[in-house]
């Protein structure tokens, strides 16, 4: 089983729609999770970071669910500019250090 | 100011031969790390210094050799290149410790003919 498990999409939604993603992780020590997006051809960068009790940075919404051990991030009212391929980041198994970075989830969000 | 930079930002190379990233980082931050991008577009870690010692060593082949001269630089050497080893190159770095925010570069997109 792989660390960090995405689903590679892609979601092509509508400008406007709500999308969600979600991501499982195999490491249920695991203490820090986040968010990053990733443009084509670009180096990624923090979305936002998911705290235990859930955290909402505008339209985004991250939850945490650790008896499941998985991860979502809720867009809602999608932009053009949200389209980009958002990377599942979970602190490793064997040290703290080590961000384990899922494969990714490609949105493309259409006029 | 770009806070995480590495260079070149592109390098095309025969087999064979040895090759170097540099990279630098103007964050202040301890701990600095390489990561590797392969066509499938999946990140992993290769190595990770903190204060210029060495803390994560992936099963990379011993042709990769890191070396931080000190805590604002990580730079990557790579001896008798492969194929396989047409990727993107990315340095980061963040604050000491897990659950910190980590700044990539832009990245060296390295392509071995």
């Known amino acids: 089983r792989k660390e960090v498990e995405q689903d590679p999409g892609p979601f092509n939604v509508p400008e406007g729609a709500t999308v969600a993603f979600n991501c499982t992780y195999s490491?249920?020590?695991?203490?820090?999770f986040f968010w990053y997006r990733q443009d084509c051809r670009k180096e990624p960068k923090l979305l936002m970071s998911?705290?235990?009790s859930g955290n909402e940075d505008g339209r985004f919404t991250a939850q945490l669910n650790r008896a499941s051990q998985y991860i979502s991030l809720l867009i809602r009212d999608s932009k053009l500019s949200d389209s980009a391929t958002y990377l599942c980041v979970v602190n490793g198994r064997d040290s703290s250090y080590k961000l384990i970075f899922g494969s990714g989830t490609r949105l493309l969000v259409r006029p | 100011d770009t806070a995480v930079s590495q260079t070149p930002k592109y390098l095309v190379t025969q087999m064979g031969n040895d090759k170097s990233i540099k990279c630098e980082q103007n964050l202040g931050h301890d701990t600095m790390y390489w990561y590797k991008q392969d066509s499938k577009k999946f990140l992993k870690i290769m190595f990770s210094y903190n204060n210029k010692e060495l803390i994560i060593n992936e099963t990379v082949p011993n042709r990769f050799s890191p070396k931080s001269p000190d805590k604002a630089h990580l730079n990557l050497h790579i001896n008798s290149l492969e194929l396989g080893d047409s990727a993107v190159y990315f340095c980061?770095?963040?604050?000491?410790?897990?659950?910190?925010?980590?700044?990539f570069g832009e990245g060296s997109w390295l392509t071995v003919v």
């Open positions: 998911v705290y235990s």
């Open positions: 980061a770095s963040s604050r000491t410790g897990g659950g910190n925010t980590i700044y």
């Open positions: 490491n249920s020590a695991s203490q820090s």
